[in-house]
Protein backbone atom coordinates (compact mmCIF):
# COMPACT_ATOMS: atom_id res chain seq x y z
CA UNK A 1 0.00 0.00 0.00
CA UNK A 2 1.45 3.45 -1.10
CA UNK A 3 1.76 6.29 1.24
CA UNK A 4 -1.03 8.20 -0.52
CA UNK A 5 -3.68 5.27 -0.23
CA UNK A 6 -2.08 4.42 3.35
CA UNK A 7 -2.91 7.91 4.56
CA UNK A 8 -6.78 8.05 2.88
CA UNK A 9 -7.87 4.54 4.85
CA UNK A 10 -6.35 5.97 8.27
CA UNK A 11 -8.18 9.02 7.64
CA UNK A 12 -10.95 7.29 6.67
CA UNK A 13 -11.08 4.66 9.65
CA UNK A 14 -10.59 7.63 11.83
CA UNK A 15 -13.82 9.33 10.57
CA UNK A 16 -15.67 6.13 10.52
CA UNK A 17 -14.30 5.16 14.12
CA UNK A 18 -15.64 8.88 15.15
CA UNK A 19 -19.33 8.32 14.03
CA UNK A 20 -19.06 4.88 15.92
CA UNK A 21 -18.24 6.72 19.36
CA UNK A 22 -20.41 9.42 19.30
CA UNK A 23 -23.38 7.22 18.12
CA UNK A 24 -22.38 4.50 20.94
CA UNK A 25 -22.42 7.63 23.51
CA UNK A 26 -25.45 9.14 22.12
CA UNK A 27 -26.84 5.53 22.39
CA UNK A 28 -25.89 5.02 26.06
CA UNK A 29 -26.92 8.37 26.73
CA UNK A 30 -30.29 9.41 25.56
CA UNK A 31 -32.71 6.48 25.83
CA UNK A 32 -34.40 6.95 22.47
CA UNK A 33 -31.30 6.35 20.52
CA UNK A 34 -30.61 3.10 22.48
CA UNK A 35 -31.54 1.38 19.16
CA UNK A 36 -27.98 2.62 17.34
CA UNK A 37 -26.37 -0.08 19.63
CA UNK A 38 -27.30 -2.66 17.15
CA UNK A 39 -25.35 -1.22 14.59
CA UNK A 40 -22.33 -1.37 16.81
CA UNK A 41 -20.34 -3.71 14.65
CA UNK A 42 -21.31 -2.00 11.40
CA UNK A 43 -18.58 0.77 11.49
CA UNK A 44 -15.85 -1.84 11.87
CA UNK A 45 -17.03 -3.79 9.01
CA UNK A 46 -17.03 -1.39 6.70
CA UNK A 47 -13.60 -0.17 8.02
CA UNK A 48 -12.63 -3.96 7.34
CA UNK A 49 -13.75 -4.78 4.34
CA UNK A 50 -12.62 -1.39 2.88
CA UNK A 51 -9.39 -0.97 4.42
CA UNK A 52 -8.17 -4.13 5.86
CA UNK A 53 -8.50 -6.39 8.90
CA UNK A 54 -5.64 -4.61 10.96
CA UNK A 55 -7.40 -1.36 10.33
CA UNK A 56 -10.21 -2.72 11.66
CA UNK A 57 -8.74 -4.00 15.09
CA UNK A 58 -6.99 -0.77 15.47
CA UNK A 59 -10.21 1.22 15.25
CA UNK A 60 -11.48 -0.98 17.43
CA UNK A 61 -8.99 -0.45 20.30
CA UNK A 62 -9.48 3.00 19.57
CA UNK A 63 -12.86 3.35 19.55
CA UNK A 64 -13.11 1.05 22.92
CA UNK A 65 -10.38 3.41 24.97
CA UNK A 66 -12.37 6.61 23.60
CA UNK A 67 -15.38 5.37 25.19
CA UNK A 68 -13.47 3.98 28.14
CA UNK A 69 -12.59 7.54 28.93
CA UNK A 70 -16.30 8.79 28.59
CA UNK A 71 -17.96 6.29 30.27
CA UNK A 72 -16.05 3.97 32.04
CA UNK A 73 -14.16 0.36 31.66
CA UNK A 74 -17.03 -1.48 31.79
CA UNK A 75 -18.53 0.36 28.85
CA UNK A 76 -15.11 -0.63 27.08
CA UNK A 77 -14.86 -3.91 27.77
CA UNK A 78 -18.29 -4.47 27.12
CA UNK A 79 -18.22 -2.01 23.69
CA UNK A 80 -14.81 -4.37 22.26
CA UNK A 81 -16.37 -7.73 22.69
CA UNK A 82 -20.02 -6.56 21.80
CA UNK A 83 -19.14 -4.95 18.41
CA UNK A 84 -15.00 -6.59 17.70
CA UNK A 85 -16.29 -10.08 17.89
CA UNK A 86 -19.10 -10.30 15.29
CA UNK A 87 -17.11 -7.88 12.71
CA UNK A 88 -13.67 -9.73 12.65
CA UNK A 89 -15.61 -12.53 12.11
CA UNK A 90 -17.58 -10.79 9.45
CA UNK A 91 -14.77 -8.85 7.54
CA UNK A 92 -12.10 -11.80 7.86
CA UNK A 93 -14.90 -14.13 5.79
CA UNK A 94 -15.56 -11.54 3.86
CA UNK A 95 -12.16 -11.04 2.58
CA UNK A 96 -12.07 -14.61 1.77
CA UNK A 97 -15.52 -14.54 -0.14
CA UNK A 98 -17.81 -16.90 1.88
CA UNK A 99 -21.08 -16.82 0.88
CA UNK A 100 -23.78 -14.87 2.66
CA UNK A 101 -25.53 -18.11 3.84
CA UNK A 102 -21.94 -19.12 6.09
CA UNK A 103 -21.30 -15.84 6.91
CA UNK A 104 -24.39 -15.00 8.64
CA UNK A 105 -23.95 -18.73 10.40
CA UNK A 106 -20.75 -17.78 11.50
CA UNK A 107 -21.50 -13.91 12.43
CA UNK A 108 -24.43 -14.88 14.55
CA UNK A 109 -22.90 -17.50 16.04
CA UNK A 110 -20.16 -15.22 17.34
CA UNK A 111 -22.75 -12.71 18.32
CA UNK A 112 -23.88 -15.17 20.75
CA UNK A 113 -20.56 -16.02 22.47
CA UNK A 114 -19.46 -11.72 22.11
CA UNK A 115 -23.42 -12.16 24.40
CA UNK A 116 -22.70 -14.62 26.78
CA UNK A 117 -18.96 -12.99 27.50
CA UNK A 118 -20.43 -10.36 28.32
CA UNK A 119 -22.68 -11.67 30.58
CA UNK A 120 -20.39 -13.12 31.74
CA UNK A 121 -18.08 -10.24 32.68
CA UNK A 122 -20.97 -8.85 34.37
CA UNK A 123 -20.18 -9.81 38.13
CA UNK A 124 -16.93 -8.65 37.82
CA UNK A 125 -17.99 -5.12 37.11
CA UNK A 126 -21.80 -4.32 38.86
CA UNK A 127 -21.47 -7.20 41.56
CA UNK A 128 -24.31 -8.99 40.22
CA UNK A 129 -25.07 -11.46 37.30
CA UNK A 130 -27.44 -11.44 34.85
CA UNK A 131 -30.08 -13.92 35.58
CA UNK A 132 -29.82 -12.68 39.38
CA UNK A 133 -30.30 -9.37 38.26
CA UNK A 134 -33.66 -10.41 35.81
CA UNK A 135 -34.72 -12.63 38.27
CA UNK A 136 -34.64 -9.17 41.22
CA UNK A 137 -36.52 -7.38 38.03
CA UNK A 138 -39.05 -10.13 37.50
CA UNK A 139 -39.96 -10.39 41.65
CA UNK A 140 -39.99 -6.29 41.65
CA UNK A 141 -42.09 -6.37 39.02
CA UNK A 142 -44.42 -9.01 40.24
CA UNK A 143 -44.85 -6.79 43.26
CA UNK A 144 -45.90 -4.08 41.09
CA UNK A 145 -48.48 -6.22 39.28
CA UNK A 146 -49.51 -7.94 42.69
CA UNK A 147 -50.59 -4.52 43.97
CA UNK A 148 -52.41 -3.53 40.75
CA UNK A 149 -54.50 -6.42 40.93
CA UNK A 150 -55.47 -6.25 44.48
CA UNK A 151 -56.87 -2.74 43.52
CA UNK A 152 -58.27 -3.84 40.67
CA UNK A 153 -59.95 -6.63 42.17
CA UNK A 154 -58.70 -9.25 39.35
CA UNK A 155 -59.81 -12.88 39.25
CA UNK A 156 -57.55 -14.96 41.22
CA UNK A 157 -56.99 -17.39 38.19
CA UNK A 158 -56.86 -14.82 35.50
CA UNK A 159 -54.08 -13.21 37.83
CA UNK A 160 -52.10 -16.10 38.23
CA UNK A 161 -52.10 -16.55 34.88
CA UNK A 162 -50.89 -13.18 34.52
CA UNK A 163 -48.01 -13.35 36.65
CA UNK A 164 -46.71 -17.01 35.50
CA UNK A 165 -45.99 -15.63 32.20
CA UNK A 166 -43.25 -13.35 33.59
CA UNK A 167 -41.41 -16.56 34.82
CA UNK A 168 -41.57 -17.30 30.73
CA UNK A 169 -38.87 -14.53 30.41
CA UNK A 170 -36.37 -16.27 32.60
CA UNK A 171 -36.69 -19.66 30.85
CA UNK A 172 -36.73 -18.34 27.62
CA UNK A 173 -33.19 -16.44 27.54
CA UNK A 174 -31.38 -18.61 25.84
CA UNK A 175 -33.68 -18.66 23.39
CA UNK A 176 -33.62 -14.68 22.98
CA UNK A 177 -29.77 -14.40 23.03
CA UNK A 178 -29.86 -16.33 19.58
CA UNK A 179 -32.68 -14.67 18.14
CA UNK A 180 -30.92 -11.20 18.91
CA UNK A 181 -27.75 -11.92 18.24
CA UNK A 182 -29.26 -13.68 14.28
CA UNK A 183 -31.39 -10.39 14.29
CA UNK A 184 -28.27 -8.15 14.96
CA UNK A 185 -25.70 -10.03 12.66
CA UNK A 186 -27.96 -9.74 9.64
CA UNK A 187 -29.05 -6.03 10.06
CA UNK A 188 -25.08 -4.65 10.04
CA UNK A 189 -24.36 -6.89 7.30
CA UNK A 190 -27.24 -5.33 5.30
CA UNK A 191 -26.60 -1.96 6.79
CA UNK A 192 -23.15 -2.20 6.19
CA UNK A 193 -23.09 -3.82 2.62
CA UNK A 194 -25.24 -1.10 1.50
CA UNK A 195 -22.14 1.53 2.65
CA UNK A 196 -19.97 -0.45 1.09
CA UNK A 197 -21.90 -0.80 -2.41
CA UNK A 198 -21.80 2.98 -2.33
CA UNK A 199 -18.31 3.36 -2.02
CA UNK A 200 -18.28 1.54 -4.92
CA UNK A 201 -16.94 -2.32 -2.96
CA UNK A 202 -18.37 -5.50 -4.18
CA UNK A 203 -20.19 -7.68 -0.90
CA UNK A 204 -23.02 -10.32 -1.88
CA UNK A 205 -26.46 -9.18 -1.33
CA UNK A 206 -28.49 -11.57 0.50
CA UNK A 207 -31.61 -13.03 -1.08
CA UNK A 208 -34.82 -11.97 -0.76
CA UNK A 209 -37.25 -13.47 1.94
CA UNK A 210 -38.97 -15.60 -0.81
CA UNK A 211 -35.87 -17.53 -1.78
CA UNK A 212 -34.95 -17.97 2.59
CA UNK A 213 -34.48 -21.70 2.71
CA UNK A 214 -32.37 -23.74 5.30
CA UNK A 215 -29.14 -25.84 4.83
CA UNK A 216 -29.66 -28.76 2.98
CA UNK A 217 -28.60 -30.80 6.34
CA UNK A 218 -30.50 -28.95 8.54
CA UNK A 219 -32.78 -31.86 8.83
CA UNK A 220 -30.08 -33.77 9.67
CA UNK A 221 -28.92 -31.01 11.89
CA UNK A 222 -32.53 -30.97 13.91
CA UNK A 223 -32.33 -34.72 14.24
CA UNK A 224 -28.81 -34.61 16.23
CA UNK A 225 -30.32 -32.17 18.02
CA UNK A 226 -33.27 -33.96 19.39
CA UNK A 227 -31.31 -37.10 20.11
CA UNK A 228 -28.72 -34.81 22.21
CA UNK A 229 -31.70 -32.99 23.64
CA UNK A 230 -32.93 -36.90 24.84
CA UNK A 231 -29.46 -37.72 26.65
CA UNK A 232 -29.69 -34.27 28.41
CA UNK A 233 -32.95 -35.63 29.62
CA UNK A 234 -32.26 -38.43 30.35
CA UNK A 235 -29.46 -38.04 32.58
CA UNK A 236 -30.45 -34.68 34.04
CA UNK A 237 -27.41 -32.42 33.13
CA UNK A 238 -29.60 -29.93 32.41
CA UNK A 239 -32.74 -28.52 33.71
CA UNK A 240 -34.64 -30.27 30.96
CA UNK A 241 -38.46 -28.55 31.03
CA UNK A 242 -36.10 -24.98 30.20
CA UNK A 243 -34.10 -26.68 27.61
CA UNK A 244 -36.96 -28.48 26.17
CA UNK A 245 -38.91 -25.00 26.28
CA UNK A 246 -36.05 -23.37 24.18
CA UNK A 247 -35.23 -26.16 21.18
CA UNK A 248 -38.80 -26.08 20.92
CA UNK A 249 -39.22 -22.66 20.36
CA UNK A 250 -36.12 -22.17 18.53
CA UNK A 251 -37.46 -24.76 16.30
CA UNK A 252 -41.23 -23.07 15.89
CA UNK A 253 -39.71 -19.87 14.94
CA UNK A 254 -37.36 -21.41 11.94
CA UNK A 255 -40.42 -23.38 10.55
CA UNK A 256 -42.57 -20.98 11.09
CA UNK A 257 -40.67 -18.31 8.68
CA UNK A 258 -39.78 -20.86 6.39
CA UNK A 259 -43.14 -21.31 5.54
CA UNK A 260 -43.79 -17.61 5.53
CA UNK A 261 -41.08 -17.32 2.98
CA UNK A 262 -42.84 -20.27 1.14
CA UNK A 263 -45.86 -18.28 1.31
CA UNK A 264 -44.25 -14.91 0.43
CA UNK A 265 -42.67 -17.19 -2.69
CA UNK A 266 -45.72 -18.25 -4.15
CA UNK A 267 -47.67 -15.05 -3.78
CA UNK A 268 -44.51 -12.93 -5.72
CA UNK A 269 -44.83 -15.60 -8.61
CA UNK A 270 -48.91 -14.42 -8.70
CA UNK A 271 -47.72 -11.08 -9.53
CA UNK A 272 -49.10 -9.64 -6.17
CA UNK A 273 -47.20 -6.17 -5.72
CA UNK A 274 -45.02 -5.99 -2.96
CA UNK A 275 -47.08 -3.84 -0.71
CA UNK A 276 -50.25 -5.94 -0.79
CA UNK A 277 -47.61 -9.02 -0.35
CA UNK A 278 -46.30 -7.58 2.61
CA UNK A 279 -49.84 -6.72 4.14
CA UNK A 280 -50.72 -10.60 3.70
CA UNK A 281 -47.64 -11.83 5.39
CA UNK A 282 -48.25 -9.59 8.56
CA UNK A 283 -51.48 -10.74 8.37
CA UNK A 284 -50.77 -14.20 7.94
CA UNK A 285 -47.95 -14.34 10.75
CA UNK A 286 -49.84 -12.45 13.48
CA UNK A 287 -52.90 -15.04 13.40
CA UNK A 288 -52.74 -18.21 15.43
CA UNK A 289 -54.19 -20.26 13.43
CA UNK A 290 -52.04 -18.85 10.10
CA UNK A 291 -48.95 -19.95 12.59
CA UNK A 292 -49.79 -23.60 12.66
CA UNK A 293 -50.06 -23.94 9.32
CA UNK A 294 -47.00 -21.65 8.07
CA UNK A 295 -45.15 -24.17 10.50
CA UNK A 296 -46.05 -27.79 8.47
CA UNK A 297 -45.25 -25.98 5.48
CA UNK A 298 -42.15 -25.25 6.68
CA UNK A 299 -41.55 -28.48 8.16
CA UNK A 300 -42.82 -29.97 4.11
CA UNK A 301 -40.24 -27.59 2.32
CA UNK A 302 -37.48 -28.63 4.52
CA UNK A 303 -37.80 -31.60 3.60
CA UNK A 304 -39.01 -32.20 0.14
CA UNK A 305 -37.95 -28.49 -1.25
CA UNK A 306 -41.26 -27.60 -2.93
CA UNK A 307 -40.42 -24.29 -4.11
CA UNK A 308 -37.27 -26.80 -6.05
CA UNK A 309 -34.13 -23.78 -4.86
CA UNK A 310 -30.77 -24.66 -5.47
CA UNK A 311 -29.00 -24.99 -2.84
Known amino acids: MDGKKKTS ?31 LPAPFIIIGVKNGMRYSVISLIV ?4 IGIFTG ?13 SSIV ?5 EKKYSFNLIFLFGSIASVISII ?5 MPKFIGIGFVELMEKTIDQTRQIYNNFFEMAGTDFEQKEEILSMLDVYLIIIPFLIIVSSAFTTYVNYVASGAVLRRMGLTIEKPRKFSYF ?9 AFVIVILTYITNKFDIINSDALNFNIGLLFEVVFIMLGLAVVSFFIEKKGIKDTFRRIILVFIL ?5 NVLLFLVGVIDAIFNIRKLES
Open 90 to 94: IVYMV
Open 286 to 290: LTRFF
Open 73 to 85: PLKAVLFIVTAGL
Open 213 to 221: KLPTNFVMG
Open 9 to 39: SMVGSALITAIAVIFTLAGTYIPFLGILLIF
Open 63 to 66: ASIM
Open 117 to 121: ISLAL
